[in-house]
């Protein structure tokens, strides 16, 4: 049984309403219609470290009922199980996806697109995302952060937004979106840390320490450390402060939705160079070629009735069954799958 632990939710895609053309799965057990557009098929399959079970679900990105959106628990540093927020969304059927900073701050380590917006950045080099552009076609593609805020004395770079870790002589910038958790993981072992909180473009309030608790709708908050803490320490009370974020990729369109992963399985419909580790439990997603069709798949793990999958044969299974790019989303406890007929799963 798949098992999902409360503390392990930092974002999910899910999908509503919208039956695809459904490619053959080796031993698929059950091929259910889910809602117009979407189908789900659960298999058994036997390795040379035992037995595997997990589901499919296809979805038809062209089917006008079709939407693909992005689930959070409200604030991005937080978490909930997943049955609850597919039950306060109405969502169809969804999957948890990106790992996350579990014992912390919850907040997921890749960006998070919805609605054509960036919620927030990604950590380090975890710049992958999967999702579905403006142009209503699914891709896989690099998003980077570009931001940078106007102070008084000059324009310096935001380094990170909503993020729950800055970079040496970096300035990360918060909005309400963050939630009340504590800024103060985005700059630990930080030689020298400033917080600056912005209401209605002004610099309102200074802090030599990382804040915690809720941020208005009108307000932002600036965290810079070492070379960034002393630019921030710099700005006068009443003087104006503006940012400018947003994502940079060189994909064809723009994302409407989307949310980061961790290694690329497949590309251009070929297996990945993956660092292949021992079998898992697994979640992945995929696409079509064309962009046309997603794919979302769950395999079970760390049991005898089921051992999971090692990364290569997730990306064999993948490309099986369809899909020309692919990536894994996230695995181990977390790895889950909600669909109507699919509750032994939950």
Known sequence: MLTLLPLLLGSILIAHPAQPAQAAIAGAEEVTPVAPGATLTTFAQMTGHGPVRGAVLTIDLQNPQTSIGLLTPGPLAAAEPLSQLVARSGAVAAVNGDFFDQYYTNA???????????????????????????????????????????????????DAFNQHNIQPNGIGLFTTVWG?????????????????????????????????????????????????????????????????????????????????????????????????????????????GDGATMFLVTVDGRQRSSTGMTLRELAELLLSIGASDAMNLDGGGSTTLLAPVHRDQE
């Open 180 to 288: 009340p958790a504590s800024r103060g993981r985005a700059v630990e072992r930080a030689q020298g840390v400033h917080e600056l909180r912005v209401r209605n473009g002004v610099a309102v309030a200074h802090s030599d320490q990382a804040g915690a608790g809720w941020i208005e709708p009108d307000e932002f908050v600036l965290l810079g450390r070492e070379e960034g803490a002393a630019a921030l320490a710099q700005v006068p009370i009443g003087a104006p402060v503006q940012v400018r974020v947003g994502p940079r990729s060189d994909a064809p369109a723009p994302f409407a939705v989307g949310l980061g992963g961790k290694e690329i399985l497949l590309r251009g419909g070929q297996i990945a160079d993956v660092s292949d580790g021992a079998p898992q439990p697994r979640t992945a997603v995929g696409f079509s």
């Open 108 to 158: 997921p380590y890749g960006n998070a697109i919805a609605d054509g917006q960036l919620l927030k950045g990604p950590i380090f080099s975890w710049t992958r995302v999967a999702g579905v552009g403006q142009d209503g076609r699914g891709r896989i593609a690099e998003v980077f952060l570009d931001g940078a805020v106007v102070l008084p004395d000059g324009e310096r770079p935001i």
